[in-house]
């Protein structure tokens, strides 16, 4: 069984009031839609069998870009972003996302990690056919499952969960993570302004 998973964070999105969105359904803008027709371009040659997506505006927009109708798309929840008490909030100070968790409620870093790690886990143990599939979602969950794929821990430092920043996908980017006879392969970050 082999499998080349692409984990892909969602393209640029319009935030004009500079808002910590978290799960508001912003769109993406001209900009995220140009980023989002390049990752299309990119998988046109890939072969994906399915593209698995958090249901957030600017992931759905994202893979519909990608699959251009012709790739099936699976929502799935645990591929949502980050939930916070502060979603919408008018600064933009990642700190307050988890540091008010125990007396307003959102998920904490290892919320998240678990449910990714629940996806990943159901989504590996199919063994069905060789296959490439995307999975299009959030910068806090990509990086959950880059800190599964690697072996890492996660750090008490929040903000980067114990890699390096350089290592946090940025908006429009990739990472392939291939699996072959239980062995994890994990590829550089191809950035947008890389593609082909």
């Given at each position: 069984m082999k499998k080349n998973i692409y984990l892909v964070r969602h393209a640029q999105y319009d935030n004009p009031l500079q808002i910590l969105v978290g799960r508001l359904p912003v769109r993406l803008s001209q900009a995220g839609e140009n980023e989002a027709r390049k990752l299309q371009n990119y998988f046109l040659t890939k072969d994906i069998s399915k593209i698995y997506s958090s249901a957030v505006r600017r992931c759905k927009q994202t893979s519909e870009i990608i699959s251009n109708s012709k790739i099936p798309i699976i929502y799935d929840q645990r591929l949502l972003e980050t939930h916070s008490a502060f979603q919408g909030y008018w600064e933009m100070d990642w700190s307050l996302f988890f540091k008010n968790i125990d007396d307003l409620g959102g998920e904490s870093p290892d919320d998240i990690y678990?449910?990714?790690?629940?996806f990943l886990k159901s989504l590996i143990s199919d063994h069905s056919e060789d296959e490439n599939i995307v999975i299009c979602s959030h910068g806090d969950p990509l990086c959950l499952m880059?800190?599964?794929?690697?072996?890492?821990?996660?750090?008490d430092n929040i903000k980067i969960y114990n890699i390096p920043t350089a290592e946090y996908q940025p908006k429009a980017s990739i990472r392939k993570v291939s699996i072959k006879d239980s062995k994890i392969m994990i590829n550089k970050i191809i950035t947008v302004d890389n593609l082909k």
């Amino acid at each position: 069984m082999k499998k080349n998973i692409y984990l892909v964070r969602h393209a640029q999105y319009d935030n004009p009031l500079q808002i910590l969105v978290g799960r508001l359904p912003v769109r993406l803008s001209q900009a995220g839609e140009n980023e989002a027709r390049k990752l299309q371009n990119y998988f046109l040659t890939k072969d994906i069998s399915k593209i698995y997506s958090s249901a957030v505006r600017r992931c759905k927009q994202t893979s519909e870009i990608i699959s251009n109708s012709k790739i099936p798309i699976i929502y799935d929840q645990r591929l949502l972003e980050t939930h916070s008490a502060f979603q919408g909030y008018w600064e933009m100070d990642w700190s307050l996302f988890f540091k008010n968790i125990d007396d307003l409620g959102g998920e904490s870093p290892d919320d998240i990690y678990k449910r990714v790690v629940d996806f990943l886990k159901s989504l590996i143990s199919d063994h069905s056919e060789d296959e490439n599939i995307v999975i299009c979602s959030h910068g806090d969950p990509l990086c959950l499952m880059y800190v599964y794929f690697s072996k890492k821990k996660i750090s008490d430092n929040i903000k980067i969960y114990n890699i390096p920043t350089a290592e946090y996908q940025p908006k429009a980017s990739i990472r392939k993570v291939s699996i072959k006879d239980s062995k994890i392969m994990i590829n550089k970050i191809i950035t947008v302004d890389n593609l082909k």
